[in-house]
């Protein structure tokens, strides 16, 4: 079975300053989707960004970026140009692309992200 | 566009009483279904997903169950509630292999 870990509970950046958030996954399979879903104080679930493992190319979009390294099994989230609405909860999740299995996601525990002042 | 709808957004329940939470998607057809729960201060833990009416797939033993009786409506239910079923539950859908989806959440408090 798949597992996806995000070490870091809490995480806290400085209004216009870069941070990165950790994600690291288990699986056996060679081909999967990873996602980054955030989940403002509203509780919404809002995609941020995937990744096809196929593709070797990091996504981006905007001011989020990520760093995908496939033999390490690692799917880190950079946000740059933090801003106060970027606070947080972030979420990293795994998806197999076997379509009989109806898209399941895998989630982490997420890392909760603080933007101060 | 596609929506999804999901209510209510808070319910506070009593132990042992009933439950049925919906779930609808509207603009389009035949989506996978799925229902979440979050734990205070937890990820979210899949319960149920969907592929199509009456087909209904569990991840994990509980208390609860699901129903989808038509093709863009998800239900989930329970006949006696329990203090450990509290939590944040979210419907998602996806249109197959894409993205999740996700509804606003129902806060669900059992006293």
């Known amino acids: 079975a798949q597992t996806v870990t995000q070490s870091q509970p809490e995480m806290s950046v400085q209004e216009a300053e870069t941070v990165t958030l950790s994600c690291t996954y288990d699986t056996s399979e060679s081909d999967y989707y990873l996602f980054w879903y955030k989940q403002p104080p509203s509780r919404q679930m809002i995609l941020v960004i995937r990744q096809e493992a196929y593709k070797q190319q990091n996504a981006t979009e905007n001011r989020f970026s990520v760093n995908f390294q496939k033999a390490a099994k690692s799917f880190s989230l950079k946000i740059s140009d933090s801003q106060l609405g970027d606070a947080a909860m972030y979420f990293c999740a795994y998806r197999t692309t076997y379509t009989g299995t109806a898209s399941k996601l895998t989630f982490g525990t997420g890392t909760r992200l603080q933007v101060t002042l | 566009s596609q929506t999804i709808h999901q209510w209510p957004a808070t319910l506070v329940q009593p132990v042992g009483s009933p439950l049925s939470l919906e779930c609808t998607v509207e603009g389009t057809s035949n989506p996978n279904l799925y229902w979440y729960r979050q734990a205070a201060g937890r990820g979210l833990q899949l319960l149920f997903y969907?592929?199509?009416?009456?087909?209904i797939s569990s991840e994990v033993p509980q208390n609860l169950s699901a129903s989808r009786p038509q093709d863009r409506q998800f239900i989930l239910s329970s006949k006696k509630l329990l203090l450990s079923d509290s939590g944040f539950y979210l419907c998602?859908?996806?249109?197959?292999?894409?993205?999740?989806?996700f509804g606003d959440g129902t806060r669900l408090s059992i006293l």
């Open positions: 998602a859908w996806s249109p197959g292999p894409q993205p999740q989806h």
């Open positions: 969907s592929v199509g009416i009456g087909q």
